[in-house]
T-cell receptor, first 112, second 118 residues
């Protein structure tokens, strides 16, 4: 079945460091790919998405590129801030379906 | 435009009691979903409504869970009787009608209802 595998956390970085959170997927058809973020004490928010191969989603300085050849959707940010501390979830919707399949989440902590 | 709203935000109940969670989707969103995350594990799909009909309930864990969406507006998720392993956060989400198979409709989440069963 469809699945998402995320880089295991927790991840701790210093402010202004470069961030990569790896995400790979297994899916039939042509899934859409998403990154959701959950800040402390808040709900899930859509961070960015990509709906077809080679699309790049971007938001708040974060980027992820839909790589069909490597079945990956890695999240990157060039310079992280303390306010980026949160849990990040990679997810997909299988082609033609509306059901989100999530990875296990990666807790990110940024120290000043 | 109001987002997806959930009530209660937090609930602590004893094992064997009943809890009912409510979700109000974004206005105009025919699709409504319930997900849950238990004990730091991945977020898992529970079920999907299209208007008042259950489109997919393959993720419902057992018959102690009952979801309804009368009239196709708000939805309730009842857990009766609650067990310790039901503790976690229950997310509701909604999205617009899916117009094409590959449109990748964005799914918007509420802040979750945090359930603790003691």
């Amino acid at each position: 079945g469809d699945s998402v595998t995320q880089m295991e956390g927790p991840v701790t970085l210093s402010e202004e460091a470069f961030l990569t959170i790896n995400c790979t997927y297994t899916a039939t058809g042509y899934p859409s790919l998403f990154w959701y973020v959950q800040y402390p004490g808040e709900g899930l928010q859509l961070l960015l998405k990509a709906t077809k191969a080679d699309d790049k989603g971007s938001n708040k300085g974060f980027e992820a590129t839909y790589r069909k050849e490597t079945t990956s959707f890695h999240l990157e940010k060039g310079s992280v801030q303390v306010s980026d501390s949160a849990v990040y979830f990679c997810a997909l919707t299988p082609g033609g379906a509306q059901k989100l399949v999530f990875g296990q989440g990666t807790r990110l902590t940024i120290n000043p | 435009e109001a987002g997806v709203t959930q009530f209660p935000s937090h609930s602590v109940i004893e094992k064997g009691q009943t809890v009912t969670l409510r979700c109000d989707p974004i206005s105009g969103h025919d699709n409504l979903y319930w997900y849950r995350r238990v004990m730091g594990k991945e977020i898992k799909f529970l079920l999907h409504f299209v208007k008042e009909s259950k489109q997919d309930e393959s993720g419902m864990p057992n018959n102690r869970f009952l979801a309804e969406r009368t009239g196709g507006t708000y939805s309730t998720l009842k857990v009766q009787p609650a067990e310790l392993e039901d503790s976690g956060v229950y997310f509701c989400a909604s999205s617009r009608p899916l117009r094409t198979a590959s449109s990748g409709n964005t799914i918007y989440f509420g802040e979750g209802s945090w359930l603790t069963v003691v």
